[in-house]
């Protein structure tokens, strides 16, 4: 059975030890019925904006646990976790902290017609240059850039699982804001 409720507060969140607050995500994809990668943005629930899901990772639970959970909560979809496409260190645009977050591949293989945030969330299926495009944060277009590599052709079909060596480290693009030394990912 799938809870349809979300976790609330941040009394068992977890920090890193410079206190950055640690959020982990995934970007949900399929494949349509021509064989075209797809994946699943969802709005933000303050300002509709499109982004991946993502939320904390509570003490209770493994990255990749909290992941799986962040993306049926927020996008109502479950599926098989395949790779961590890398982790980012960022601030908060309404609020004077930092991050640390990580994302995750999720291989969609359901996807839920009610789910515990469709009442404040939609979602919607599009193409890489699509989601590129409409996705507000540039860490999460890394993100997404590194799933690309990962689904190289020869990837693509077989869909293999990368392993925890074969992940690179993705640098904040120059335009965007300088991030505190307190928070820098090595």
Known sequence: MVALVSR????????????CRQVVGCIPYRYDDEDQLEVLVISS??????????????????????ALRETLEEAGVTGEVKCKLGEWSFKSKRYDTFYEGY???????DELESWAESHVRTRKWMTVKDARE?????????????????????QQKDDDTVEEEDIVDVEQEEEDEDLSPTCMLS
């Open 8 to 19: 609330t507060g941040r009394q068992h969140q977890r920090y890193n030890l410079k206190g």
């Open 45 to 66: 629930q303050k300002n509709h904006k499109m982004l991946f899901p993502k939320g904390g990772w509570e003490i209770d639970e493994s990255m990749e646990e909290a």
């Open 134 to 154: 409409i996705c507000q944060h540039w860490w999460m277009k890394e993100a997404l850039d590194v799933l690309i590599q990962r689904l190289s052709p020869s």
């Open 103 to 109: 994302m995750f591949s999720l291989r969609v293989e």
